[in-house]
C-alpha cells in the first residue's frame, strides 16, 4: 500500500484509485469493530477516506501507511464519538415503531426515558400534544401541520415550542 500511496502522491491516479480501495478494505474492518451500528460505521468509514484524501500529502513516503491510516480513523472516530454523546445527551432513542406510539404505546428507551416522555405529552394541553405528535411522530413538516389544524405556521411553531418547554420542565431537563 505504501507504493500505491507513494506514486498517488506523484500523480497516479489509477493507483490512488487502487489506494483507496485497500484501505476501504482495511478502514471498514477497523472501523467496524469499533462501532456497531453498521450504518453509523459506514458514515464514519466514509469520513475517514475523507480526511485520508484531505491529508494524502502528509503521508512521508517510506514511511508504513497502517499507522498514518489508522491514526486519522482514530481521529475520525473521536469525532463520531463525540458527536453521538451530544446527540444523546439530548434524544431518545426510539425502539419501538412510530405506529405503535401513535396508538399509545410508550416507546421503552434503556433508562426508561421514553415512557416518562409518553406520559408528560399526555399531561399536555390537546393542541400542543396533537401538534408535537404530528411533527415528532408522523414527521409532518410545520407547513402540513398548519394544513392539518387550520393554524398558521407561526402559530404551529409556538405551539410546539411551548409543548417542548412544558415536557421539559416536566421531565426536570435543564438547556443550557
Known sequence: MAVLLAAAQQGDREAYA?????????LRVYVGRRIANSEVAEDVLQEVLIAVHRARH???PGRP???WLYAIADHRLSDAFRRLRRIEKYEVAQSCEI???ADGAACESSDGRGTAI?????RLPNVQRSVIEMLKVENLSVREVAAATGMSE??????AFRGYEAVRRMLGVRIK
Open 18 to 26: 487502487s489506494f483507496l480501495k485497500e484501505a476501504a478494505i482495511l
Open 58 to 60: 502528509t503521508h512521508a
Open 65 to 67: 501507511v497502517g499507522p
Open 99 to 101: 405506529h405503535e406510539l
Open 118 to 122: 409518553r406520559e408528560a405529552l399526555v
Open 154 to 159: 407561526s402559530s404551529v411553531k409556538v405551539t
